[in-house]
């Protein structure tokens, strides 16, 4: 049986390495902290593969593509940990509250007519936004809840034979006779024949150095008497992502190359302006807690997905879209590991490939 390390317990790692155990591999997971508690933690969920203005049309069509898979990932996943992922197709609505921001939301009409993405213009005025200049409407989006799901993701990779190792930190890694070692901290050394670095924020180790830079989001979390809209809203300033348990996820800022974990007073006032302009049902709704998290961005712009050298591959700068590209790319990954060959969805991802 080929066997796989996996450094890094965020949401790529652990897809990644879900659906090589049911590939047929044997996966070990090494993760400085606990599963998930990095960008993964601090996610809203969206499943947002047409609110996004995504780089290319082979990039928005893979995110269409995953956006779909979750539909049974989702399921398959609360079937083997018998714990729930707060999936929910309730459609998103994006909206241009400037003039300049509607020629933007044109250009994204555009780019999902030319795919076939399902959308439609909202005509005669949306109530809930009376003052935008245009609203576009995507009744596929969806969202998970995405705590419930990595806690999820780490029930079933135990339940299902795979090898867990929590606050593990990585100094170093390299060949060894045909396979890869990998080095830890505490002073474990872990054997492979194949190795995959998702790492994150946290960087490679051992010097080696990627393509990606850290951007702090800031977020905070709402909870009215009663949820005033059941979509998710997203303008250029601000997202609100009504959650099922009846929190409206509102976030989230950007600082790139900050990794301080502090959540600064002009954040929270930026986006409980923006919030309450765009809904004011929410002026008396309890602020119920407010967080950061640290987000890995690819300097040219797209995730990479690749083998960098025999056996050893990487996942890394998925930004914003970590949770909904997460499912599809392990799936893909672990397929590619499994057989030796790279499935040609992959090839958008590849270093050469990645355009600004």
């Keep these: ?21 049911e590939a047929g591999l044997s996966v070990k997971v090494i993760e400085r902290e606990r599963v998930g508690r990095g ?31 979750w539909r049974d990932f989702a399921h398959q996943l609360e079937t083997w940990s018998g714990m729930q992922t707060g999936y929910r197709q309730e459609g998103a609505y994006r909206a241009a509250m400037t003039e300049a921001s509607l020629t933007a939301l044109q250009k994204l009409a555009d780019q999902h007519g030319a795919v076939r993405g399902r959308y439609r213009w909202v005509e005669d ?38 090898e867990l190792f929590e606050g593990e930190n990585v100094t170093g890694y390299g060949r060894s006779d045909g396979g890869w070692q990998v080095h830890t901290e505490s002073g474990n050394t872990f054997t492979g024949d194949q190795l995959l670095a998702a790492p ?19 977020c905070l979390a709402l909870r009215p008497d009663e949820l005033p809209f059941q979509e998710t809203l997203v303008t250029d300033d601000v997202y609100l992502v009504p959650k099922a348990d009846g929190r409206i996820i509102i976030g989230a800022t950007e600082q790139p190359w900050d990794t301080s974990r502090h959540v600064r007073a002009s954040a929270v006032s930026h986006l409980l302006d923006q919030a309450l302009m765009l809904v004011p049902a929410l002026a008396d709704a309890v602020v119920e807690v407010l967080w950061s998290g640290v987000r890995p961005r690819h300097n040219r712009g797209i995730p990479e997905v690749d083998e960098w050298e025999e056996g050893f591959f990487v996942s890394i ?18 397929e590619w590991m499994a057989t030796g060959r790279k499935p040609p969805l992959m090839n958008g991802f590849k270093k050469e490939e990645i355009t600004s």
Aim: glycine share 16%; net charge neutral.
């Design 125 to 162: 005025g949306f109530p809930l936004l009376p003052e935008a200049k245009g609203v576009l409407y995507f009744p596929d989006e969806g969202q998970v809840d995405a705590r419930l799901t990595i806690d999820a993701m780490r029930q079933a990779f135990i339940h299902r034979g795979g």
């Design 1 to 21: 049986m080929r066997r796989l390390i996996v450094i890094g317990g965020g949401i790529m790692g652990m897809a990644t390495a879900i659906h090589a155990l």
């Design 200 to 218: 994150g924020v946290a960087g490679f180790p051992g010097g080696k150095e990627a393509d990606v830079h850290p951007v702090k989001g800031e």
């Design 317 to 334: 700068g998925h930004y914003r879209n970590g949770i909904l590209l997460s499912a599809l790319t392990g799936k893909l990954l672990a």
């Design 39 to 69: 960008a993964t933690w601090a996610a809203a969920g969206m499943l947002g593969a047409q609110t996004e203005l995504h780089t290319g049309a082979e990039v928005l069509s893979f995110s269409l593509q995953a956006r779909a898979y």
